[in-house]
């Protein structure tokens, strides 16, 4: 690979620079290393990891909720599920919780409208979602998180 | 009897997708070896023949986009690109083919790389599909360890690398030249076209980029020749599309039929009509970007130009179906919003006119006459901004006072 396309793999590094830190974010440390490993300005990396919605520069919790709200989940209920995590959590979307476990995003259509409403629980798919189903998985993780 | 046409997915369910052997016991690969054993320039005339045309959306000849591609410099690097972005709300075709047949995809890519000559190729691909990440990944893996990917692909002069690129959260990401500009490692802004990306695309160079459900269409098409694949669908819209159909009917799902089966067909037949307690009030076709369509329209055929006739698009293939209980301004609201959430800034009149827009639709249950004001709103957009999604409000608005102008006058 030239040197071009090696800048092709920037948004797969920070991925993985994410994903391997147990807060899931890119930190201050992350983000300079990456500016050397690509021979880009602190800034390019800045403006590229603040343009895309899955990266995130401040520390979240263990377990990313990430709630569908596009149309069609909409459609089939997501909002009371948003309402009811941000009651049971007691925070606001796109915050985290004081223990460090949950933190509550939105994100755009999963593709699993068939089977909506759904959300994704880090890199795993729920579907089909109630609030019953939501608090006992919610019980669950808190479970195991200890 | 309506049934199902599977061509993108044929294979599902009957093989292991993670699984290459499974996949070439029922004939993967197979177009490819055909393809090889053909001059690059007989394949072009295959595919403009078989009037094959863009499944992302703008359903562009993609046999045209292949030869301009091919012909735009005889020596320089070319690219395939495909686009796995799939974000439009409603869609999850590509999801269901990467997820359940990767080497399909794979083999398509490599059959438009060895027709337009191109040695190297990427998948973007959403940064959600964690599924679908993994089995392409192990995809490439297989092909390239099997001989299909890398240089003297099965003993030929044909050599092509292909490698995977994640996405992170853009839904703009999914429109040919912004993907272009992610794929470089940068922010996701849309570029001023022309020049288009067969011409200039990645860092420059002439790329052919496609949809992943356009580039399974490749290998049947080899395989089982341009009669056996004009005879299905219509005039102008040849071969299968895949739908998904999601809201409250009986068996949402993915579909693969015949380009040219009706909504009805779709929607009562293949998903099984409405749930039980609830009746049909109408579908929005083709995302966020799409149009509504009411109960006249249930017989219209789906395709290209049966669609276009009156005023409908066919987009992804997304139907949504809205039924007695869905609150259509709220669920307007809720598009309007996601345009504004999506879009970019880079133009002035998408970035405030999103935002005005999903402020308008607010209004519409107090003030009904602003409609009109959002529809000449949303034209203004589209004539000012440089990519689809500031031009692509005015689709779903428009649709909304033409189909459903009564929901707003009797709250």
């Keep these: ?146 | 009897m309506i049934q199902e046409t599977k061509i993108g997915l044929a294979r599902l369910g009957k093989i292991d997708p993670e699984n290459i052997n499974d996949a070439i016991a029922l004939g993967a690969y197979d177009g490819l070896k055909i393809a090889l054993s053909l001059n690059p320039d007989e394949i072009l005339v295959r595919y403009e023949s078989s009037g094959l045309r863009g499944r992302g959306g703008a359903g562009f000849p993609t046999g045209l986009k292949q030869k301009f591609t091919s012909q735009s410099c005889a020596e320089c690097q070319k690219y395939v690109v495909c686009n796995a972005d799939e974000g439009e709300p409603g869609t999850f075709k590509d999801r269901t083919i990467m997820q359940n047949d990767p080497h399909l995809l794979i083999e398509g890519m490599l059959i438009a790389a060895y027709t337009i000559g191109a040695s190297k190729g990427f998948i973007y691909i959403r940064g959600e599909y964690n599924l679908s990440i993994h089995r392409i990944r192990k995809a490439i893996a297989d092909a390239s360890s099997n001989g299909f990917l890398g240089s003297n692909i099965l003993g030929s002069d044909f050599s092509f690398e292909l490698e995977l690129r994640l996405g992170a959260g853009s839904y703009l990401c999914g429109e040919e030249l912004t993907l272009l500009e992610s794929l470089e490692g940068k922010r996701g802004y849309p570029r001023i076209k022309p020049p288009f990306p067969a011409e200039k695309g990645l860092w420059g160079n002439p790329t052919l980029i496609n949809n992943v459900e356009t580039f399974v269409q490749l290998p049947a098409i080899l395989i089982n020749g341009l009669d056996w694949y004009t005879a299905l669908g219509t005039s102008e819209s040849k071969g299968t599309k895949i739908f998904t159909i999601s809201g409250r009917v009986n068996r949402p799902g993915f579909y693969e039929v015949e380009m040219g089966t009706t909504l009805r067909q779709l929607i009562e037949v293949l998903a099984g009509g409405m749930k039980d307690g609830y009746s049909f009030a109408g579908a929005l076709l083709g995302g966020a970007a799409g149009t509504f369509v009411d109960a006249s329209l249930l017989d219209t055929p789906m395709a290209y130009e049966t669609l276009k006739a009156i005023g409908a698009t066919m987009g992804s293939g997304a139907i949504i179906v809205l039924d007695n209980t869905t609150d259509k301004i709220d669920f307007l609201q809720n598009i309007l919003e996601f345009f504004k959430h999506e879009s970019c800034g880079k133009c002035v009149p998408c970035r405030i006119g999103t935002t005005l827009l999903s402020e308008m639709a607010s209004q519409l249950k107090t003030n009904p006459e602003i409609l009109q004001k959002m529809i000449d709103e949303a034209s203004y957009m589209a004539r000012t901004s440089l990519c689809p999604l500031g031009q692509s409000p005015v689709l779903p608005l428009k649709s909304f006072e033409r189909y459903f102008a009564t929901a707003i006058t009797n709250v």
């Design chain 1, 1 to 146: 690979m030239n040197e071009k396309e090696n800048q092709s793999e920037l948004l797969n590094h920070l991925h993985e620079l994410q994903n391997s830190h147990p807060q899931q974010y890119i930190t201050e440390e992350a983000l300079n290393q990456t500016t050397q490993k690509f021979g880009l300005t602190k800034a390019e990396v800045y403006g590229v990891v603040s343009y895309y919605s899955m990266f995130s520069l401040k520390p979240r919790g263990k377990y990313i909720i990430r709630i569908c709200q596009s149309p069609v989940c909409h459609l089939m209920g997501s909002q009371s599920l948003t309402e009811f995590l941000k009651q049971k959590l007691g925070v606001a979307v796109g915050e985290t919780t004081n223990d460090g476990i949950f933190t509550i995003e939105h994100t755009e259509c999963l593709g699993q409208c068939g089977k909506a409403p759904s959300m994704m629980v880090n890199k795993d798919v729920f579907t089909e979602l109630s609030i019953d189903k939501l608090e006992t998985l919610i019980e669950k993780l808190k479970t195991e998180a200890k």
